[in-house]
Structures are given as C-alpha cells and as structure tokens.
C-alpha cells in the first residue's frame, strides 16, 4: 500500500513541472518573439517490482522527466508599421548587449533611447556588425539584409547570428537565449527582415489549454489515489489497535 503512494506520487511530480512550463507558455502567447517550451517523460520501471508484474510485465513506477525542449519554429508575423520593429523570416537571432555578454533574441521589438542608440524594450543595445547601432533620425530604413539606412545613409547592419542545429541553447531571462555548450555563433544565412513586423509567438493557446486541462485531470486522479490509500492505511491501522 505505501508502494501505492507512492507510485501515485511519483506520477504527479512530474505534472507539477509540466503544468509550470504549460503555464509560463500560455503567460507568453503574446510575448514577441518567444518560444515554447515543452517537457518530455518516459515511464520508469522499479528492478523490485519487475519480479511481482501482473503476468511477468514490468511496474510502472512513475514518469521521469528526461528533457525540456524548446519549439523554435518560426511565428507568424503581426504588421506594427512601426519603422524600429523587425521581424526575421528565417533562421537567425537578434544580439543583444547584455553586460559583458551577447544574448540572442528572436523579438524585434526596438527602440531608441536618450543616447541615441538602437535597444530593446529591456533597454539592452542591439548590436550590429560593428558594435552599438546609433540612430539620429525618425526617417529609418532597414533593409531585407540587415542595412540600417538613415536620411539615406547606410549606418550599421544588423548582427543577425546562428548556431548548429538542433540549437543547444538555454533561456537566459528576459526572452534570450544563451548557448548550452562552448560554441561561437556564425552569420545567419537565407533570412530576410521584415521592417515594420513583429514575430509572434508560436504559443498555440488552444492546444496548450488541452493539455492543461489534461494534466489536470491525471494530478486529480494520483490525488485522489493517494487520499484512498491514506484513508485505507488508517482505517487498518485503527482497526489493528483494538
């Protein structure tokens, strides 16, 4: 009966986990740019128990969580006609200053600040190939390859970076990314901005409350297994003590 316990116990821990990320996805469905994720299990069998299986099966022991994956497809685009947002139509991220670092973002939702330069709606600095981005003009053009042009004059290009796929990257707050492992990023190639465009992101809401609710219903039923038992183990208890 405690095994009962258990097991069902085993089974809502890793529920709660997804539960967190199905949240943190749905918080973001109109966050620019993000990214969902997604956690993967896979059942785990107790050596103990193989030997009492129904039949010589194995136990299920419970759900073990193996890996948090990100879903880096691309979004649809949403038209802002703001001349400082910028959408990618490829593969590729936007770096961003982040202290002594460079972060990776796919939201292009920028700006520019008292000093004049390009940054980000955290007030990071978005970097070009040659450094800090400075803008002095409302009239801004940017171009599918990355040319900022200003009054009619090309300023900077955009840094639009890459990373081998699968991408190893971990989030690294405010909407970034940061590599994993020990790699240098390479220039994106086959992109195209989009000027005037923001990407949304590919938070599906509707499949994402499905599994909520799925979840919900498996966290109710190890609960109420684990109330049974419980209630089960007392009255034994109790009984045994008369």
Same mark, same amino acid.
């Given at each position: 009966?405690?095994?009962?316990?258990?097991?069902?116990?085993?089974?809502?821990?890793?529920?709660?986990?997804?539960?967190?990320?199905?949240?943190?996805?749905?918080?973001? @469905?109109?966050?620019?740019?993000?990214?969902?994720?997604?956690?993967?299990?896979?059942?785990?069998?107790?050596?103990?128990?193989?030997?009492?299986?129904?039949?010589?099966?194995?136990?299920?022991?419970?759900?073990?969580? @193996?890996?948090? @994956?990100?879903?880096?497809?691309?979004?649809?685009?949403?038209?802002?006609?703001?001349?400082?947002?910028?959408?990618?139509?490829?593969?590729?991220?936007?770096?961003?200053?982040?202290?002594?670092?460079?972060?990776?973002?796919?939201?292009?939702?920028?700006? @520019?600040?008292?000093?004049?330069?390009?940054?980000?709606?955290?007030?990071?600095?978005?970097?070009?190939?040659?450094?800090?981005?400075?803008?002095?003009?409302?009239?801004?053009?940017?171009?599918?390859?990355?040319?900022?042009?200003?009054?009619?004059?090309?300023?900077?290009?955009?840094k639009i970076a890459d990373f081998e796929q699968p991408y190893e990257l971990s989030r690294n707050g405010w909407g970034y990314f940061v590599p994993t492992t020990p790699q240098d990023?390479?220039?994106?190639?086959?992109?195209?901005?989009?000027?005037?465009?923001?990407?949304?992101?590919?938070?599906?809401?509707?499949?994402?409350?499905?599994?909520?609710?799925?979840?919900?219903?498996?966290?109710?039923?190890?609960?109420?297994?684990?109330?049974?038992?419980?209630?089960?183990?007392?009255?034994?208890?109790?009984e045994m003590a008369k």
């Amino acid at each position: 009966m405690i095994k009962g316990i258990y097991h069902a116990a085993a089974g809502m821990l890793p529920r709660m986990n997804q539960q967190e990320t199905v949240g943190n996805n749905l918080a973001n @469905v109109n966050t620019s740019g993000f990214k969902a994720d997604k956690r993967y299990f896979r059942t785990a069998l107790n050596n103990h128990l193989l030997q009492g299986g129904e039949h010589g099966q194995p136990v299920k022991l419970g759900d073990k969580e @193996v890996s948090l @994956v990100t879903d880096f497809s691309q979004g649809t685009f949403a038209e802002t006609r703001n001349v400082l947002d910028v959408a990618i139509n490829g593969e590729g991220f936007f770096c961003i200053e982040t202290g002594d670092s460079v972060s990776y973002s796919r939201n292009g939702n920028f700006a @520019v600040n008292g000093e004049g330069e390009l940054v980000n709606t955290s007030g990071h600095r978005v970097l070009g190939q040659e450094g800090v981005i400075r803008i002095s003009s409302a009239n801004v053009v940017i171009r599918a390859e990355g040319a900022v042009v200003v009054d009619g004059k090309t300023v900077a290009n955009l840094k639009i970076a890459d990373f081998e796929q699968p991408y190893e990257l971990s989030r690294n707050g405010w909407g970034y990314f940061v590599p994993t492992t020990p790699q240098d990023p390479t220039d994106a190639a086959g992109y195209e901005l989009r000027q005037g465009f923001l990407e949304n992101s590919n938070v599906d809401p509707i499949v994402e409350m499905l599994e909520m609710i799925e979840l919900n219903r498996n966290y109710e039923s190890c609960q109420k297994a684990i109330q049974a038992q419980d209630d089960t183990l007392r009255l034994a208890v109790n009984e045994m003590a008369k």
